[in-house]
């Protein structure tokens, strides 16, 4: 039994099939900032999402690839079938602006079992959640990369290698809840940022620096108020079901970390 | 899922993945009001045909994409001749004219979103989750079937939440806020992780295993290679448009389907078969067919840029037919 278990196997070529398809995934949602002198339009918007869909089956493909134990499939799905519950009753009584319930467990499931299993869970969970609410569309392939960056990079802070997660490690989670409250909406806006010309929207040709001003005005004039509310809601959510979800999750990763060997 | 007539067969799941793939490609592919139009009174009379309760409410949701597009491009882009009023230069981002042609490109772009609310609520409804999980290809498999299993236990879940609500309804909790969600919650996670437990001891009591099996490191090298090239022929395409960039794209995903497929697949048995009758087969090309000649044949006059000055859109005399004819897989769906 180890301390920090991996419940998927941390081979070389499996993180490197990966961290490409994440990689090149990151780098499609930021391209209006990498290659500013790219032209907008319909054809971005299918090359994107084509790219984006590609990456995603990437990440997939490393996941199928004898790296999910059945233990890891039923938590995930759990997981996921729980997460799309919550989506489902927001689609019920929608919050206020933003506001999503989904996020605060995909944060502490990658906090709990690290990096891959939260992308997995962030990415799985939209997809489960649009096929329950008839949400699927173009626009899918953005949410679930985007998600599924939200529980990678909880797998990255520091602290999963507590034998169990304190005060500290809740309220530095519900702030990096807020953070991703912004994030998730600032990342989205981009997938359709490029189709709109004028004040505050993208422009081809524009330098990084003043493409990253003219989005950072357009984000703070329509969406940083109903962001907010999510940032909030992630924290709340965190703060007041943090500490016994992440107990409960610590308790499964004790079980599943469980293994003997035959002498 | 509503059932097709008694004594059909239904049709694969294939078919009604290339039928909202086809959707999806058309909707997306040709931005013209026209198409817009038509994909949007197609999925209408796909819910009909295949009767999926709550036409009218799905219509009206899928109405709100045109109407909050068409508001929120006009509200943005200050560009076009027919300028409908002027709001001061002062007020950011949304001071300038309001032109027509904003409101048209607009609503035009919510109108194939609006569509594909509808296309994709009848895919959901008539393809079964189980068959489109046996469609993945071994690379997938394992996450196919975490969404599968996760399709089957999130009505379970919301069950067990109402039995938890009565169950504490009983000891006196009526959750009021957040706070009082608490003990909603604890129990329904814990269940849940139970439950996961139960299941993944099931799942290895019946032999599943997903060990390494040979030759499958070759194919998912195939499936990295792919994304590569792909990665290139898109970036080309969005740097310097072109035939090359598209080639490089195109041959890259096929590069990564191809390896994602030969990936060594278990021998397992069904307990349930879907098979890919002719039927199937014939109304898959039809669908595809029309796409293809909808995307490439007509597609140049298909295109339909209603800036600087605001013009009727086109509509080809081939285009209405092919569009009839994605009509046909929830016509014989319905017998």
Not at chain 1, 35 to 53: E, I, K, M, Q, Y
Not at chain 1, 119 to 125: D, H, N, P, V
Not at chain 1, 217 to 234: E, I, K, M, Q, V
Not at chain 2, 277 to 284: E, N
């Amino acid at each position: 039994m180890t301390d920090r278990p991996a419940l998927l196997p941390r081979h070389a070529f499996s993180l490197g099939l990966f961290g490409l398809a994440a990689a090149f995934g990151g780098l499609v949602l930021a391209w209006p900032f990498l290659f500013p002198t790219l032209r907008g339009g319909g054809d971005t918007a299918w090359v994107t999402v084509s790219l984006l869909a590609l990456c995603l089956l990437g990440t997939f493909v490393d996941a199928g690839e004898g790296a999910l134990t059945p233990r890891v499939i039923a938590l995930l799905a759990v997981l996921v079938a729980l997460n799309s519950i919550l989506r489902f009753a927001e689609n019920a009584l929608p919050g206020p602006g933003e506001f999503s319930p989904v996020f605060a467990l995909i944060i502490l499931a990658g906090y709990a079992f690290g990096a891959r299993f939260g992308f997995l869970t962030g990415a799985l969970t939209l997809l489960v959640s649009a096929i329950i609410t008839a949400g699927v569309g173009p626009w899918l392939p953005y949410q679930m990369f985007t998600a599924g960056w939200v529980g990678l990079s909880a797998g990255w802070l520091p602290g999963r290698a507590a034998a169990q997660p304190g005060r500290r490690a809740v309220i530095g989670l519900m702030a990096f809840g807020v953070v991703w409250g912004f994030l998730y909406g600032a990342i989205m806006n981009l997938s359709f940022w490029h189709l709109y010309a004028g004040t505050g929207a993208w422009a081809p040709g524009l330098g990084p620096l003043d493409t990253l001003q003219r989005y950072a005005t357009f984000y703070a004039l329509t969406s940083a108020l109903p962001d907010a509310f999510r940032a909030l809601g992630n924290a709340a959510l965190i703060g007041l079901f943090g500490a016994p979800t992440l107990a409960a999750l610590w308790r499964t990763r004790r079980s599943l970390s469980f293994t003997h060997t035959t002498a | 899922m509503t059932q097709p007539r008694a004594g059909r067969r239904p049709l694969s799941a294939l078919t009604w993945l290339a039928w909202v793939t086809s959707g999806t490609l058309v909707a997306l592919g040709a931005r013209n009001p026209l198409v817009g139009a038509l994909l949007l009174a197609l999925g209408v009379a796909a819910m009909a045909l295949t009767r999926i309760p709550g036409i009218a409410a799905r219509l009206r949701l899928a109405m709100f994409f045109p109407l909050a597009g068409a508001l929120f491009n006009a509200a943005y882009t200050h560009v076009g001749d027919s300028v409908l009023l002027k709001l001061p230069e002062a007020w950011p981002v949304v001071g300038g004219s309001i032109t027509a042609e904003a409101l048209a490109y607009g609503a035009t772009g919510g109108l194939a979103i609006g569509a594909l609310l509808l296309w994709f609520g009848v895919f959901v409804s008539r393809a079964r989750a189980y068959d489109l999980a046996r469609l993945a290809p071994r690379a997938f498999e394992s996450v196919a079937l975490v969404v599968v299993i996760a399709l089957g236990m999130a009505p379970l879940a919301r069950r067990r939440l109402d039995e938890i609500r009565a169950a504490q309804a009983t000891r006196g909790l009526q959750p009021r806020g957040l706070r009082d969600a608490l003990p909603l919650w604890t129990p329904l996670l814990a269940g849940g992780l139970e439950q996961g437990a139960q299941l993944a001891e099931a799942m290895l009591a019946r032999g599943f295993v997903s060990a390494r099996r040979p030759g499958s490191r070759v194919a998912a090298l195939g499936v990295g290679f792919g994304l590569l090239i792909a990665a290139a022929g898109g970036l080309g395409q969005l740097l310097v448009p072109g035939a090359l960039p598209v080639m490089l794209l195109v041959a890259g995903a096929a590069v990564f389907a191809l390896s994602a497929l030969a990936m060594p697949r278990p021998t397992t048995t069904r307990y349930r078969n879907a098979p890919f009758t002719a039927r199937d087969a014939l109304l898959t090309t039809v669908v595809l067919g029309a796409t293809a000649l909808l995307l490439a044949g007509v597609g140049g006059r298909l295109a339909w840029d209603p800036y600087p000055t605001l013009t009727w859109p086109d509509l080809p005399g081939l285009a209405g037919p092919a569009l009839l004819a994605l009509v046909l897989p929830p016509l014989i769906e319905r017998g």
